[in-house]
């Protein structure tokens, strides 16, 4: 059993940056792979980064590739999400998600554990 709690969402104007953390709780973290999604009003959740359980792989979505960081300590049992370059197209709801599993998926149907969210916020 693994509950999540994304923090760190805000405004920001474009341009500038913002980093968003996932603080897990349970003994396994380390078991875990994780994703972090995000949903805009009237859209579908999608896919924004991943990263296996060890850190060594990670993946982007292709709007988010060059700007977006994601990362985890695996000591603290929190994902990080670091994103630069803001654009207003960033505005959304973004969610951290678990799945156990040694690898990530970008689709959230397989995810087992979601936190309830941050908004992010990106004004032109």
């Known amino acids: 059993q693994v509950q999540l709690v994304e923090s760190g969402g805000g405004l920001v104007q474009a341009g500038g940056s913002l980093r968003l953390s996932c603080a897990a709780s349970?003994?396994?973290?380390?078991?875990?792979?994780m994703g972090w999604f995000r949903q805009a009003p009237g859209k579908e959740r999608e896919f924004v980064a991943g990263?296996?359980?060890?850190?060594?792989?990670?993946g982007y979505a292709d709007s988010v590739k060059g700007r977006f960081t994601v990362s985890r300590d695996n000591a603290k049992n929190t994902v990080y999400l670091q994103m630069n370059s803001l654009k207003p197209e960033d505005t959304a709801v973004y969610y951290c998600?678990?799945?156990?599993?040694?690898?990530?998926?970008?689709?959230?149907?397989?995810?087992?554990?979601w936190g309830q969210g941050t908004q992010v916020t990106v004004s032109s």
């Open positions: 349970g003994r396994t973290f380390s078991s875990y792979a």
């Open positions: 990263i296996n359980w060890n850190g060594f792989n990670r």
């Open positions: 998600a678990a799945i156990r599993s040694s690898v990530y998926y970008s689709d959230h149907e397989k995810y087992d554990y």
